[in-house]
């Protein structure tokens, strides 16, 4: 396409993990990121608020005051008692519920950023399933919302020691900053052995993405029947083992030093509150410092000692920040050139022919050439089969024909306009498509079916139609709630064979056919069914896409032989071309291959 769709990848500066977090708060949620920042605001200055009001009521007991003066700091005192008990659990609920929302809208950034482009060949990249593994929580687990908890625990940790160190100003106007910064240091010598441990553990992604898989194959059904039949479960646990420990080696080696360093901060601690208490003790015993005051700046020095705690709500925010960093990234790399480029028109329907012309094609990453030198015509409203031996570039030129890649050398025409002129989701939206590995929705059958054009309205006479043609009919009848059965055990639905899945898939396209397609493509569509089924079923597909161009691929010459044009693909390109007959009198080797799978099924009487 043009340069509307082609990917950059921008650098910059990534933000604190702290910044980053609030930044995406007050994106996702303005209004209750406010409100989370104003309890976590209060509930910090309650520490302070509690030092004042313990100071002023001892004072008023030690002077030998009238019991109304104590009145007020001891309600006081005790209100402030009463917010702390309610404030935390108050943040921690508004922390969660936010953190639940910032963690759907991240998810949508992802699924945005992957939708971006129009191809899929970015899926591929190892890099990008990196990032949304790291998106996913890496090798913690963490998420957005233990992230935006921490941010609210840790503004609350934080955010007293300061307001505390402004009432300890009244004191020494020296001793606040002293013990802030070397508090300070404590903390940050501390947290950033822990960071570095998770830096490291968190940078072999590429390495856990396959430890996770390794237990997935233990742990899911898809791959429990070889697991079983070949035991294969003990070997999968050794390589897990082996793979998990690979990814975290780094990480032991970082946490080494953590003993030591806690040992240094805490010495650190002792030494600052051995230092305020030896002032205050002086002051008091040399008459200069009330008892009320001391009360006061003692109970505040010993908050300042939260200002140096760890907690993993420090690894929660630096990995919510990470994941940001990673999400921005990824949206670095899906994002749209800003060059100028004028809007691409919607791609018209093929009215005459699409040709490929010398078109080469590599996977990207990849120096070897599936497709090279590739010629061929496809005129519209035409049948054309596609044969050729396993990696002859069969299933890789589908997915150029419905834009999902776009030819590295070559042109693709339509109708003589090359395709990168046009707008390639529009083009995408011309296909019905049954492809080598379909999905099969954990939906209803019905849904499974309408996803093919989910705009049309899913009209029972319609549904019986596109069922009877894809030889489906008899699987809704047996089905024990019909065309609202979910087709997935998980969710309390029934599974079906192979071939029943083929014929929903197939169902599927021929669905998609009633809206605005052209083309039908069906790769390897029916290679779950017998020889004569898929016969049969072939057949009724050409009679439901009358005057639609069809592209089959397809091993079983019994299905292929019937197509207005077949081509033979070997090594990347076309070596022979024609219909049935006129291949057939060629001898080659597409008469090679016929005259195989002849022999195979003569007793069938299926292809002769």
Request: aromatic share 6%; proline share 4%; hydrophobic share 50%.
């Amino acid at each position: 396409m043009g340069a509307s769709t082609r990917l950059t990848r921008l650098g910059g500066p990534r933000p604190a993990p702290v910044v980053a977090l609030g930044r995406e708060m007050l994106r996702t949620a303005p209004r209750s990121a406010a409100v989370l920042l104003g309890v976590v605001a209060v509930t910090a200055a309650l520490p302070a608020g509690l030092a004042v009001a313990s100071g002023v009521l001892v004072a008023a007991l030690t002077t030998g005051r009238a019991a109304t003066s104590t009145t007020a700091p001891a309600l006081a005192l005790g209100v402030l008692f009463l917010l702390l008990q309610l404030l935390p659990p108050l943040a921690q609920a508004l922390a969660e519920s936010l953190g639940r929302r910032v963690d759907r809208a991240v998810r949508l950034r992802v699924m945005g950023a992957l939708d971006r482009s129009a191809g899929v060949a970015h899926l591929e990249e190892t890099a990008v399933a990196d990032l949304v593994g790291g998106v996913n929580g890496g090798l913690v687990g963490t998420g957005m919302r233990d992230a935006v908890v921490g941010f609210a625990n840790m503004g609350i940790a934080r955010g007293g020691p300061l307001l505390g160190a402004v009432v300890l100003v009244a004191f020494h106007w020296w001793l606040a900053p002293l013990l802030l910064a070397a508090y300070s240091y404590a903390m940050v010598i501390v947290s950033r052995t822990y960071q570095r441990a998770l830096e490291s553990a968190e940078g072999s992604p590429a390495l856990m993405r396959r430890a996770t898989y390794l237990k997935d194959l233990v742990c899911t059904p898809a791959a429990a029947k070889e697991v079983r039949t070949f035991g294969l479960t003990d070997w999968l646990l050794g390589r897990y083992t082996a793979e998990f420990r690979s990814a975290i080696s780094r990480t032991r080696g970082a946490r080494a030093g953590v003993g030591r360093v806690s040992l240094g901060s805490g010495a650190i601690v002792l030494a600052g509150e051995a230092l305020t208490f030896v002032l205050l003790g002086t002051d008091v015993m040399r008459g200069v410092l009330p008892i009320g005051l001391f009360t006061m700046f003692a109970v505040a020095s010993t908050g300042l000692v939260g200002i140096a705690t760890v907690t993993p709500d420090l690894l929660n925010i630096a990995v919510g920040g990470r994941m940001l960093a990673d999400v921005a990234e990824l949206e670095r790399r899906t994002a749209v050139s800003d060059e100028p480029d004028a809007a691409e028109p919607p791609a018209p329907a093929l009215r005459g022919t699409l040709v490929f012309e010398d078109v080469g094609f590599r996977y990207p990453g990849s120096a070897n050439w599936v497709l090279r030198h590739l010629d061929l015509t496809i005129r519209a409203g035409t049948s054309l089969s596609v044969v050729g031996v396993n990696g002859a570039g069969k299933t890789t030129l589908v997915k150029l024909l419905c834009g999902l890649y776009l030819p590295t050398e070559g042109r693709i025409l339509l109708d003589g306009i090359d395709l990168r002129t046009y707008d390639q989701r529009s083009w995408q939206r011309r296909f019905a498509a049954l492809f080598q590995d379909w999905v099969r929705w954990g939906l209803p059958l019905r849904d499974n079916v309408i996803l093919g054009a989910v705009d049309r309205e899913p009209d029972p006479v319609a549904l019986a139609a596109v069922a009877d043609a894809a030889g489906l009919a008899d699987v809704v009848a047996e089905l024990p709630d019909g065309w609202d059965t979910v087709l997935s055990r998980d969710f309390g639905g029934v599974d079906l064979s192979g071939g029943q899945w083929q014929r929903v898939g197939l169902a599927r396209a021929l669905w998609a056919l009633a809206g605005d397609v052209d083309v039908l493509v069906l790769d390897e569509p029916t290679s779950a069914l017998d020889v004569r089924g898929e016969l049969e079923l072939f057949d009724r597909v050409l009679t439901a896409a009358t005057r639609r161009t069809v592209v089959l691929i397809s091993h079983r010459f019994s299905t292929v032989r019937h197509s207005d044009q077949i081509v033979v693909l070997e090594e990347g390109r076309v070596r022979e071309e024609g219909d049935h007959a006129t291949l057939m009198a060629l001898g080659g080797r597409y008469a090679e291959m016929f005259a195989v799978q002849a022999d195979r099924f003569a007793d069938q009487g299926s292809i002769r």
